[in-house]
């Protein structure tokens, strides 16, 4: 849910920059977590989560999310980052309902 608050905060931005500099800025973002989301990052990270697992199950600890339901995540980002930024823009636009 988004918060007025934080809504006014990143209005504010945009109005500093100005509508091309904070478009930019938001392409930048998500590109730099686009670009990190190469295959091979992902597989490491997939072990690293699963270990990090293990290691909380030995000691008695209960995740709220299962180290598989994280992977999963990430596979689904990954799978994700192989479309063009503006394209998953584009239908964030049309067909992700974000209401509050």
Same mark, same amino acid.
């Given at each position: 849910? *988004?918060?007025? #608050?934080?809504?006014?905060?990143?209005?504010?931005? %945009?109005?500093?920059?100005?509508?091309?500099?904070?478009?930019?800025?938001?392409?930048?973002?998500?590109?730099?977590?686009?670009?990190?989301?190469?295959?091979? %990052?992902? %597989?490491?990270?997939?072990?690293?989560? #699963?270990?990090?697992?293990?290691?909380?199950?030995?000691?008695?600890?209960?995740?709220?999310?299962?180290? %598989?339901?994280?992977?999963?995540?990430?596979?689904? *980002? *990954?799978?994700?980052?192989?479309?063009?930024?503006?394209?998953?823009?584009?239908?964030?636009?049309?067909?992700?309902?974000?209401?509050?």
């Amino acid at each position: 849910m *988004a918060d007025k #608050m934080d809504l006014q905060k990143i209005k504010n931005i %945009e109005d500093k920059y100005g509508l091309v500099l904070f478009r930019t800025g938001l392409s930048h973002l998500m590109e730099v977590g686009h670009r990190n989301l190469d295959d091979d %990052e992902v %597989e490491e990270a997939i072990k690293q989560i #699963m270990v990090q697992g293990e290691e909380g199950k030995a000691k008695g600890k209960v995740p709220v999310m299962t180290p %598989e339901f994280q992977c999963d995540i990430l596979r689904c *980002a *990954a799978e994700l980052a192989k479309f063009e930024l503006w394209t998953l823009l584009a239908y964030i636009k049309k067909y992700v309902v974000i209401s509050n």
